[in-house]
């Protein structure tokens, strides 16, 4: 280019230009065109610049303010005004001799910090500055980087997970992001992909939520039977402001109204349930038990097990009422006629599991004689004892024989347990042997030998802990062979356990494992190698005993036999254990 002074003068400064032929035909500016705008510079030399200026590049990519960038200007001075086909044609041109330059459109997305892109597929990547747009509003932005990588001109967003690059414009939207995520990527985990599904649903206040009281009511009712919330929290004033914060329209109500609302419910829950018992297509399983309260007072309760028209087996409470004394066999099969009688399922029936108390079995006697029951058989098979009880029977005549080494197992937990200083004392002596601390040791229930066995396994845990701890503090320890026979009845016994647990399941059938449970523990308890001392033998004779007297093969339910020989997995084994 030329000094000022020429430029001042009017005459053309010296420029190196690239002429017309150089460009394609559909962006040659006309002669006269070019030559007004070249007047129009004379006359008003201040004009700003249409091209883009050094300022608007990135640091990295400024030219020095004496570079020639071929376009007949210095850098560093304004330059003539073009026709928009000149400007295009520049731009072009500028483009091709520095290829690393952004263009203006491209200079507002620039990131100093350059990724290294990987190929997804839709082409070779290269090296990027990355890009980040403003206003992501989308929550499927979580699950890709915050910067966005160019490839081929075209920003892309980069899954989190799987790192696949996914065009990232305005026209493009977030459609094949959320697309990704929800459906296509396979390295995102099913927790995450399910919070991700659940964020897209429409809420209510996108569909336009209109708040109705009688529908709030009724769910606050469900809410406050399944989690037993008491009705006095209702009363609470805290409970009306916090309502009243979130719908000032909602009319809190009373612990009185609550609980009226509470046995309505319940009402129409029972209807509901009535009608369905009644139009089974198939029979129906009771499990009956009695207790009593800590108010000495007796209840009932009577479980109904079936499977629905969907074949999903359902379990449902139908009674729970208190039962007076004395708990004769009359008097619990008036209250079972009466639920049944209630209820409308008195010819649905196909057996009742209860426990082995005398008055159970005189009360399901007293209802085959007196009722019209409708019962497969005649009802012999109607009653089944629990297995889970007679198996408490058993383990308990067994137990008797050791009763010296649990006996002093159980004094010494008791000790423990007895005062928080001992039971500091029991965990210094337990971080010394390397063992976890104890908030206090786990005592047995009489009338649940599991309880039992339980307690044993934690005694053999800190044998070391127990013996010390008895040494210091005067108290019976047990000897070397005594250590012995409760690790092999611990061994003896897990088996049991594990025979209790199978058939204490309520949520999923348990018939078919009735027998397999049964013929394993009979062989159990005639194996020689248990009987390796004169306490383990008492133990398996006495055990074998009480077996005899409720499992015997004569004594085993039909019902349960063949539920276990209709599982086709025991085919093939049950005729071997018979025979």
């Known amino acids: 280019m030329g000094s000022a002074r020429a430029s001042r003068a009017g005459s053309p400064p010296e420029t190196k230009t690239t002429t017309r032929a150089q460009f394609p035909c559909y962006l040659r500016s006309s002669p006269n065109s070019h030559g007004r705008s070249l007047a129009r510079f004379r006359r008003r030399r201040r004009r700003p610049a249409l091209l883009p200026t050094p300022s608007t590049f990135s640091t990295a990519q400024r030219h020095p303010p004496s570079a020639n960038l071929g376009l007949g200007f210095h850098s560093h001075r304004r330059p003539p005004p073009y026709t928009v086909t000149a400007v295009a044609a520049a731009l072009l041109l500028l483009r091709t001799r520095c290829p690393t330059l952004l263009l203006p459109h491209q200079a507002r997305l620039v990131n100093m910090s350059t990724h290294v892109s990987e190929s997804s597929g839709t082409g070779d990547a290269v090296d990027a500055p990355s890009a980040t747009p403003h206003g992501r509003r989308s929550k499927v932005w979580e699950h890709f980087e915050q910067d966005l990588v160019i490839v081929g001109d075209v920003p892309k967003a980069v899954c989190k997970y799987c790192a696949m690059k996914l065009t990232c414009t305005r026209r493009s939207g977030t459609s094949s992001l959320l697309s990704h995520i929800s459906e296509s990527c396979r390295l995102v985990e099913a927790e995450v992909r399910a919070g991700f599904l659940a964020t897209l649903k429409k809420k209510p206040s996108d569909v336009g939520f209109v708040f109705d009281a009688k529908k709030s009511r009724q769910l606050m009712t469900k809410y406050c039977i399944h989690a037993e919330i008491a009705f006095k929290k209702f009363d609470d004033p805290y409970f009306e402001e916090w309502m009243d914060s979130m719908q000032p329209t909602f009319k809190v109500v009373g612990r009185h109204t609550v609980r009226n609302d509470c046995i309505l419910t319940h009402d129409e829950m029972k209807d509901q349930l009535k009608v369905k018992l009644q139009s089974l297509d198939s029979r129906i399983c009771l499990t009956s038990d009695m207790w009593t309260s800590v108010q000495k007072l007796g209840y009932m309760c009577v479980t109904a097990h079936y499977i629905d028209a969907n074949f999903v087996l359902k379990k449902k409470i139908i009674s729970f009422k208190d039962v007076k004394y004395p708990h004769t066999k009359e008097a619990i099969e008036e209250a079972l006629s009466r639920c049944l009688t209630e209820w409308g399922i ?170 397999h449970m049964v013929l394993c523990i009979r062989n159990a308890l005639k194996d020689p190698q248990w009987k390796v001392n004169a306490d383990m033998m008492n133990l398996s004779i006495s055990m074998g005993t009480k077996f005899d007297k409720y499992w015997k093969e004569v004594n085993l339910s039909n019902a349960l036999v063949i539920a276990t020989i209709l599982d086709p997995r025991k085919k093939g084994r049950v005729p071997k254990l018979l025979f």
Not at 370 to 382: K, V
Request: proline share 2%; glycine share 6%.
């Open 346 to 515: 008195k010819r649905k029936l196909f057996t009742i599991t209860l426990d082995n108390a005398a008055n159970n079995t005189g009360a399901v006697k007293n209802f085959l004689e007196t009722q019209d029951h409708g019962l497969m058989l005649e009802g012999i098979d109607f009653h089944v004892r629990c297995c889970a009880h007679i198996l408490n029977l058993i383990v308990q005549d067994g137990t008797k024989h050791i009763h010296g080494s649990v006996e002093n197992i159980r004094d010494l937990f008791r000790h423990v347990n007895s005062s928080g200083g001992r039971i500091q004392a029991f965990n210094a002596l337990a971080a010394n042997k390397g063992l976890p601390e104890k908030a206090g040791l786990a005592l047995d229930i009489p009338s649940r030998w599991n309880s039992t066995f339980h307690m044993l396994v934690q005694a053999i845990k800190y044998k070391g802990v127990l013996n010390s701890y008895a040494s210091e503090n005067g108290e019976v320890a047990l000897n070397a062979k005594e250590w012995a026979d409760v690790e092999v009845i611990c061994d003896f016994l897990k088996a049991f356990e594990e025979a209790t647990n199978a058939v204490s399941a309520d949520r999923k059938p348990t018939a078919h494992h009735f027998l």
